[in-house]
T-cell receptor
């Protein structure tokens, strides 16, 4: 079945630093999505990407849909303590999403 | 606009028992997907329901079954529970036929099988 490789698995950064994480797949997707999950909650959608090569921003977050349709990255600029959490990429096709195993972000004040 | 609500929030069952988890979809959404999330892993697709029928299934055995009702709410049933079924079960609603804005997730049901 489809599998997504998300990296890094975890990151420990200082407040104010920029963060980059990415996701690769052996399969093509027609939508890439990035979610954030806080403890005890379900994932919350951050950014959705619909076209190969698309670059989309949401505040301090920027994500890109890879040209091959098999990868995506997420950047967070000027991190703050509330950015702490687990970030998941998801590739979607025919309305069904496959998730990576997440990047756990820790931000030190 | 109400979000996705799941019940119960926590549940402890004994191996071999059966369990039913419930989900109310977000207003305006017509599709419900169920995911299993083991500790430290990403959500794994169980199945999706659209128009009260199963619309795709992941790599889960038949003892995982579901229903969708006319009001788009849904149930996930698991028979003959095994210890490995212990996980967070997430329900997500979406709109098929509309813009693909991804899922809206509920907060999940934490199932512990002992």
């Amino acid at each position: 079945g489809q599998q997504l490789n998300q990296s890094p698995q975890s990151m420990f950064i200082q407040e104010g630093e920029d963060v980059s994480m990415n996701c690769t797949s052996s399969s093509i997707f027609n939508t890439w999505l990035w979610y954030k999950q806080d403890p005890g909650e379900g994932p919350v959608l951050l950014i959705a990407l619909y076209k190969a090569g698309e670059l989309t921003s949401n505040g301090r977050l920027t994500a890109q849909f890879g040209i091959t349709r098999k990868d995506s990255f997420l950047n967070i600029s000027a991190s703050i303590p509330s950015d702490v959490g687990i970030y998941f990429c998801a590739g979607s096709i025919a309305g069904k999403s496959t998730f990576g195993d997440g990047t756990t972000l820790t931000v030190k004040p | 606009e109400t979000g996705v609500t799941q019940s119960p929030t926590h549940l402890i069952k004994t191996r071999g028992q059966q369990v039913t988890l419930r989900c109310s979809s977000q207003s305006g959404h017509n599709t419900v997907s169920w995911y299993q999330q083991a500790l430290g892993q990403g959500p794994q697709f169980i199945f999706q329901y659209y128009r009260e029928e199963e619309n795709g299934r992941g790599n889960f055995p038949p003892r995982f079954s579901g229903l969708q009702f006319p009001n788009y709410s849904s149930e996930l049933n698991v028979n003959a529970l095994e210890l490995d079924d212990s996980a967070l079960y997430l329900c997500a609603s979406s709109l098929v036929g509309g813009p693909n804005y991804g899922y809206t997730f509920g907060s999940g049901t934490r199932l512990t099988v002992v």
